[in-house]
T-cell receptor, first 112, second 114 residues
Framework: QKEVEQNSGPLSVPEGAIASLNCTYS??????FFWYRQYSGKSPELIMSIYSNGDKEDGRFTAQLNKASQYVSLLIRDSQPSDSATYLCAVRSSGGSYIPTFGRGTSLIVHP | EAQVTQNPRYLITVTGKKLTVTCSQNMNHEYMSWYRQDPGLGLRQIYYSMNVEVTDKGDVPEGYKVSRKEKRNFPLILESPSPNQTSLYFC?????????????FGPGTRLTVL
């Protein structure tokens, strides 16, 4: 059973702070890692993907991957109230169905 | 516009009345899948399809059927809905070629079974 674990939160940060979201996964064969943002009642939308160890930056978002520790994280710099949402970590293996396994999500609240 | 569409967006029905939720994508994606999302349980995969006429069970397939007669369409069928199938359902699609491709999600269908 492939598992993806996330702290459900809520994680509450003040506006302008750095929000740090974490995800661990059980399948060592995992190759692709995704962070989706989901507003309440809406569909998930992809914000970051990462495939290699290290950091990947895109605007205010940085994804960090450590395959040895089976750990992936998302940092949001200069957090804004509009970043308040649930963040889903998704992990996909190189073989099998290619369908990713999702974590349960972490709720982020950015307060003014 | 590249998109995944689902219909209906909202549905209230009664126990035992067969229903179908349609899903269509216009991106020529091989992979399509259905998820249900429940509070505290996250996104759980119901069924997926790797191509036309190829479908397989996900994590929670009981009570559901799917078909993939055409590449663009992947309907979800509830033959005899029950209240525990009340949920938010998402259809998603992605390219086949490698594991790096993102999934594109439809807008969701909120189903209530009374």
């Amino acid at each position: 059973q492939k598992e993806v674990e996330q702290n459900s939160g809520p994680l509450s940060v003040p506006e302008g702070a750095i929000a740090s979201l974490n995800c661990t996964y059980s399948d060592r064969g995992s190759q692709s890692f995704f962070w989706y943002r989901q507003y309440s009642g809406k569909s998930p939308e992809l914000i970051m993907s990462i495939y290699s160890n290290g950091d990947k930056e895109d605007g205010r978002f940085t994804a960090q991957l450590n395959k040895a520790s089976q750990y992936v994280s998302l940092l949001i710099r200069d957090s804004q109230p509009s970043d308040s949402a649930t963040y889903l970590c998704a992990v996909r293996s190189s073989g099998g169905s290619y369908i990713p396994t999702f974590g349960r999500g972490t709720s982020l609240i950015v307060h003014p | 516009e590249a998109q995944v569409t689902q219909n209906p967006r909202y549905l209230i029905t009664v126990t035992g009345k067969k229903l179908t939720v349609t899903c269509s994508q216009n991106m020529n994606h091989e992979y399509m899948s259905w998820y249900r999302q429940d509070p505290g349980l996250g996104l759980r995969q119901i069924y997926y399809s790797m191509n036309v006429e190829v479908t397989d069970k996900g994590d929670v397939p009981e009570g559901y059927k799917v078909s993939r007669k055409e590449k663009r369409n992947f309907p979800l069928i509830l033959e005899s809905p029950s209240p525990n199938q009340t949920s938010l359902y998402f259809c998603a699609s992605s390219l086949y070629r490698d594991s790096h491709n993102e999934q594109f999600f439809g807008p969701g269908t909120r189903l209530t079974v009374l």
